[in-house]
């Protein structure tokens, strides 16, 4: 990638829906090349979609984190447990992490009540937890999707 590159990819990321004329103007080029490099970006995966961003407070969402760590990190046990997360519409995110658990999901739920339901239909029927751990956020601070090229 060179910098007209991240220069398309610096203003998709202000405007998803900006023209390939648009994008034109930010970098320099002409429309043509430009829309080239966006669909050579898309097609190598670096653009991965483009989708609406939603306030998941105003549709009535809030945050939880769960740690979640394994009683065995064997093969089968990981792979169940990540197939089972990428199936949970619930939960926005996963990360393996290092530390006292082993893994960090975020979790969007209408309610403490409808976390609840979740634990006790998601993750106190999966096989392999050992111990859950859940922080609520109490507000947002900082929300960027926008990454730092």
């Given at each position: ?14 405007d998803g829906r900006?023209s ?7 970098v320099?080029?002409s429309?043509?090349p430009?829309?080239r490099?966006?669909k ?5 995966g670096v653009i991965?979609g483009?989708s ?5 407070s105003?549709v009535?969402l809030?945050?939880?984190?769960a740690q979640?760590s394994?009683?065995r990190h064997s093969a089968?046990t ?5 197939r089972?997360?990428r199936?949970a519409?619930e939960?926005?995110?996963c ?7 082993d ?11 409808a976390?609840?339901r979740?634990?006790h239909?998601f993750?106190?029927n999966m096989p392999g ?6 922080i ?5 601070i900082?929300?960027e999707l926008?990454?730092p090229?």
């Amino acid at each position: 990638m060179d910098k007209t590159d991240i220069g398309i990819l610096k203003a998709l990321q202000e405007d998803g829906r900006a023209s390939a004329q648009q994008l034109s103007e930010k970098v320099g080029l002409s429309a043509a090349p430009v829309w080239r490099r966006v669909k050579a970006l898309e097609a190598s995966g670096v653009i991965q979609g483009y989708s609406a961003q939603v306030d998941r407070s105003k549709v009535g969402l809030g945050c939880m984190f769960a740690q979640i760590s394994l009683e065995r990190h064997s093969a089968n046990t990981v792979e169940n447990f990540e197939r089972s997360v990428r199936d949970a519409p619930e939960i926005l995110e996963c990360y393996a992490v290092t530390g006292d658990s082993d893994f960090l999901l975020k979790i969007l739920v209408e309610s403490p009540e409808a976390y609840d339901r979740f634990l006790h239909r998601f993750l106190f029927n999966m096989p392999g937890i050992r111990q859950t751990r859940t922080i609520v956020a109490l507000r947002e601070i900082k929300h960027e999707l926008k990454l730092p090229l």
